[in-house]
């Protein structure tokens, strides 16, 4: 087994492009994070994904195989809910653009969401399939007038059983052109997403190692949060000059 992985005391996994295409498992990495997980690693999903609740894909992940359970799924929803809750405060005027992952943690952290003319303290945007025209209308007129502009994350593109789709990031890119302003991001390459997730294993960032499919998101996320990076070309094709610790085509090479 690679050296850092069998060292590890926790693995933080990405998900999409990573374990998983749509609702489908990559082949071969149900069986790769049940060994991990016999071999008493914590297992920790990681995921920019805010669509779905922590509950919803630990419900998915079960289905496919892989061992889950809502408090080992951290989303950037939630991430973006616990700074909201310092940036903000409690029982504030928040403006969303998302979808059930992203609302109903807002909701459940007590956050009022506004709709229409009543002036908002945030506005936060994530991946919302069904957005319209003037909802991006309404994210601008708040960001106007002063409101916090945090998105939820900032993929460009998404891996789907097909393909590709436009992710958050793209959504958000459409209001920071409008605004000329940039947002604050919740989910990765945030290093305060990962200490979340090393927190929550209960491990230092010396002990873990991050497994996912994009340099910009996650290894970069990794690298600001000092847990060694694995590199798996199966999801999200990148170039740039974001360094892995390593680079696999596949999981189960890392088992060798
Ligand atoms: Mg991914």
Redo the contacts with the bound molecule.
């Keep these: 087994m690679y050296e850092a992985l069998e060292r590890s005391k926790a693995v933080l996994f990405?998900?999409?492009?990573?374990l998983i295409r749509g609702e489908q498992a990559i082949p071969g990495a149900v069986h790769f994070v049940v060994q991990l997980a016999k071999m008493g690693k914590r297992i920790i999903y990681l995921t920019n994904n805010a669509t779905r609740t922590n509950h919803a894909v630990a419900e998915l992940l079960n289905r496919l195989g892989f061992p889950a359970q809502p408090e080992m799924v951290l989303t950037s929803s939630i991430a973006a809910v616990s700074l909201l809750l310092r940036k903000i405060g409690f029982g504030k005027k928040v403006y969303a653009i998302g979808e059930e992952g992203l609302i109903s943690p807002l909701l459940a952290a007590g956050f009022e969401l506004v709709n229409g003319e009543v002036p908002a303290d945030a506005v936060v945007v994530g991946l919302d399939r069904k957005a319209t025209y003037a909802d991006f209308e309404m994210a601008m007129k708040h960001i106007h007038r002063g409101a916090f502009f945090l998105a939820t994350n900032r993929d460009r593109i998404i891996p789907v059983e097909n393909g590709f789709a436009p992710g958050a990031g793209s959504l958000v890119a459409l209001i920071e052109y409008a605004t000329g302003l940039e947002p604050t991001i919740a989910g990765k390459p945030s290093a305060v997403f990962v200490k979340e997730a090393l927190t929550q294993a209960e491990v230092h960032c010396q002990e873990a190692v991050l497994i996912?499919?994009?340099l910009e998101t996650?290894i970069l996320a990794a690298k600001n949060a000092g847990v060694h990076s694995v590199l798996v070309e199966s999801?999200?094709p990148s170039e740039g000059n974001i360094f892995p610790d390593i680079k696999v085509n596949h999981l189960t090479e890392l088992l060798h």
């Design positions: 990405d998900l999409d492009g990573t996912g499919d994009n996650d999801g999200v």
